[in-house]
Structures are given as structure tokens and as C-alpha cells.
């Protein structure tokens, strides 16, 4: 392996950095986007239980805002839960897109890696063939070690770039499809507990006024003579 790190030439420095640097992301970003961690079970019905029954007060939201990303959410929701329905829906789509900047997080870094990793091999492929073809100038063709080296630098770059880009793809690929999946079912939740602060604060309608009894006729009474 160490051969191969020498024989591919200065380019293989970058494309460990960047390797290594992925790696890290990867490892970080499987930690911190656990289903558990961002959407812990049952607590968007926990919360709602909450609302109907008026457990709401300052301590309760603080511990709900520091539990999770689906609870920084909701707690804002909460924040303004006595204002207008399109007040509290737009309190939460503002917390919303914050907390989705940080579960995306590193994301494009990702991305960029995978994008950079296969133009760093093909450079140093160039550079390979370069060295190959300035052998053949100065020594000829008839140098078989000075070709094999150029070949070599050549084939381990590329091989080395893309070893770096496909894991990197595949990863950003699938932790952009999960923060979606996250997001939607943060937005569900939120339209829930919406709903419910909604019917909480509606007014219930007055009783229909019984009406009164109608005065009943005065009886009239013949009077007798004499």
C-alpha cells in the first residue's frame, strides 16, 4: 500500500486529505442523524398531550427545545401558541428551515469531495502521462522502468480518486434523502400540534337561548246577574 501511495506522486496527498476528511463527515453525520436522536418516538404526541391539558409552562418548553430537532420545532410553536393560527405556522416553517441548515450540515463539503476526488486522480493521471511522454523524449522508447512509472502514477491516481468519489456520492446521496424524510415528517407533526393548539384556542359556541313560554290568554269568566 505504501508503494502504491509513492508511486501515485504528490497528488495522492490531496487525495488522502480529502479521504480522510469524508471519512469524518460520514462518521459524524451517521451519529448525529439517528431516526432516535432527531425524531425521538412519541413525542410529537407527548407534546400535544401537553396542550390539551395546559401542561405548558416555561420549564417544559426549555426542556423541549434542547431535547431534539423535532423538539426545537414544536417548541416554537409553543412560543406563540396564544397568536393566530397563520402566526404560529409561520413561527415554525422560520425554525424549520434553521434546523434543517444544521442537519444538513457538512453535507455540501460531502459533496464537493465527491466531486473533486475524480478531477484530482485525473490530474494526476495528466501529470503521469506527462512524465511518460518526457521519458520517451529524452530516453526513447527502449526505458521499459521509465514507462511502467509513468503508467503506474497514472493508473493509481485515478484508481485512488475514485475509490474516494464513489463512497462520498453514494453517502451524500443517501444522508440528502434522509434529512428529507426527516423534514417531512417534522412538518407532519407540526401541522398536528397546529391542529390541535387550533382547536384549544377556537371558542366553544354559546347555547341556544331556550326560548320563554308564551303567556297563556286570560280566562274569561261570564258574569252573573244579580
Given at each position: 500500500?505504501?508503494?502504491?501511495?509513492k508511486?501515485?506522486?504528490?497528488?495522492?496527498?490531496?487525495?488522502?486529505?480529502?479521504?480522510?476528511?469524508?471519512?469524518?463527515?460520514?462518521?459524524?453525520?451517521?451519529w448525529?442523524?439517528?431516526?432516535?436522536?432527531?425524531?425521538?418516538?412519541?413525542?410529537?404526541?407527548?407534546?400535544?398531550?401537553?396542550?390539551?391539558?395546559?401542561?405548558?409552562?416555561?420549564?417544559?418548553?426549555?426542556?423541549?427545545?434542547?431535547?431534539?430537532?423535532?423538539?426545537?420545532?414544536?417548541a416554537?410553536?409553543?412560543?406563540?401558541?396564544?397568536?393566530?393560527?397563520?402566526?404560529?405556522?409561520?413561527?415554525?416553517?422560520d425554525?424549520?428551515?434553521?434546523?434543517?441548515?444544521?442537519?444538513?450540515?457538512?453535507?455540501?463539503?460531502?459533496?464537493?469531495?465527491?466531486?473533486?476526488?475524480?478531477?484530482?486522480?485525473?490530474?494526476?493521471?495528466?501529470?503521469g502521462?506527462?512524465h511518460l511522454?518526457?521519458?520517451?523524449?529524452?530516453?526513447?522508447?527502449?526505458?521499459?522502468?521509465?514507462?511502467?512509472g509513468?503508467i503506474?502514477?497514472?493508473?493509481?491516481?485515478?484508481?485512488?480518486?475514485?475509490?474516494?468519489?464513489?463512497?462520498?456520492?453514494?453517502?451524500h446521496?443517501?444522508?440528502?434523502?434522509?434529512?428529507?424524510?426527516?423534514?417531512?415528517?417534522?412538518e407532519?407533526?407540526?401541522?398536528?400540534?397546529?391542529?390541535?393548539?387550533?382547536?384549544?384556542?377556537?371558542?366553544?359556541?354559546?347555547?341556544?337561548?331556550?326560548?320563554?313560554?308564551?303567556p297563556?290568554?286570560?280566562?274569561?269568566?261570564?258574569?252573573?246577574?244579580?
Open positions: 500500500m505504501l508503494e502504491l501511495f508511486a501515485g506522486g504528490w497528488v495522492m496527498w490531496p487525495i488522502a486529505f480529502i479521504s480522510i476528511l469524508a471519512l469524518a463527515i460520514v462518521l459524524e453525520r451517521l448525529t442523524l439517528r431516526r432516535k436522536s432527531v425524531l425521538p418516538p412519541g413525542l410529537g404526541a407527548e407534546v400535544r398531550d401537553w396542550a390539551r391539558h395546559a401542561h405548558l409552562d416555561p420549564k417544559h418548553i426549555d426542556a423541549l427545545r434542547t431535547n431534539s430537532p423535532l423538539g426545537e420545532v414544536l416554537a410553536g409553543l412560543d406563540v401558541r396564544r397568536r393566530p393560527r397563520e402566526v404560529i405556522r409561520e413561527r415554525i416553517e425554525t424549520g428551515r434553521h434546523v434543517m441548515h444544521r442537519l444538513e450540515r457538512f453535507l455540501n463539503t460531502l459533496g464537493t469531495i465527491a466531486s473533486a476526488a475524480p478531477l484530482l486522480g485525473l490530474l494526476g493521471t495528466v501529470i502521462m506527462m511522454f518526457l521519458g520517451i523524449l529524452d530516453h526513447g522508447v527502449g526505458d521499459v522502468a521509465q514507462l511502467a509513468g503506474g502514477q497514472a493508473l493509481v491516481t485515478t484508481a485512488s480518486g475514485m475509490c474516494v468519489a464513489i463512497p462520498a456520492l453514494v453517502f446521496r443517501y444522508f440528502r434523502g434522509l434529512v428529507g424524510a426527516y423534514v417531512i415528517e417534522m407532519r407533526e407540526a401541522i398536528a400540534l397546529v391542529d390541535t393548539l387550533d382547536g384549544i384556542a377556537a371558542p366553544k359556541p354559546a347555547p341556544a337561548p331556550t326560548p320563554a313560554p308564551a297563556s290568554a286570560p280566562s274569561r269568566r261570564r258574569s252573573s246577574a244579580g
